[in-house]
């Protein structure tokens, strides 16, 4: 099992930053892919970014490629996600999740993670 605890979100104006921290137990996550998802009000969850923790190989999003990054601290066991020129549409409740390396699916696939963090809710005024 591995546990996961998002922390970070608030509401900030649009075109500031965050830093969102997915702190990870019960697991090391060398052997995991670690992912960012996020669900707006009335849409579906959607795949935002994820990392290989070992290869630190990432993917994004097309729609949120040269403003999001995700990062991992291997020493504190946690996973971020730096995001920069927030817009009003990033408004969303943010999550975080893990998954075995391996599968086969794309690691944009929901469906294809084990585990799941609370989420944080960021909201993006205009």
């Known amino acids: 099992q591995v546990q996961l605890e998002e922390s970070g979100g608030e509401l900030v104006q649009a075109g500031g930053s965050l830093r969102l921290s997915c702190a990870a137990s019960?697991?090391?996550?060398?052997?995991?892919?670690m992912g960012w998802f996020r669900q707006a009000p009335g849409k579906e969850r959607e795949f935002a970014a994820a990392?290989?923790?070992?290869?630190?190989?990432?993917y994004y999003a097309d729609s949120v490629k040269g403003r999001f990054t995700i990062s991992r601290d291997n020493a504190k066991n946690t996973v971020y996600l730096q995001i920069n020129s927030l817009k009003p549409e990033d408004t969303a409740v943010y999550y975080c999740?893990?998954?075995?390396?391996?599968?086969?699916?794309?690691?944009?696939?929901?469906?294809?993670?084990?585990?799941w963090g609370q989420g944080t809710q960021v909201t993006v005024s205009s």
């Open positions: 999740a893990a998954r075995i390396v391996g599968k086969i699916a794309s690691p944009s696939l929901k469906g294809s993670y084990s585990f």
């Open positions: 019960g697991r090391t996550l060398g052997n995991y892919v």
């Open positions: 990392i290989n923790w070992s290869s630190g190989i990432t």
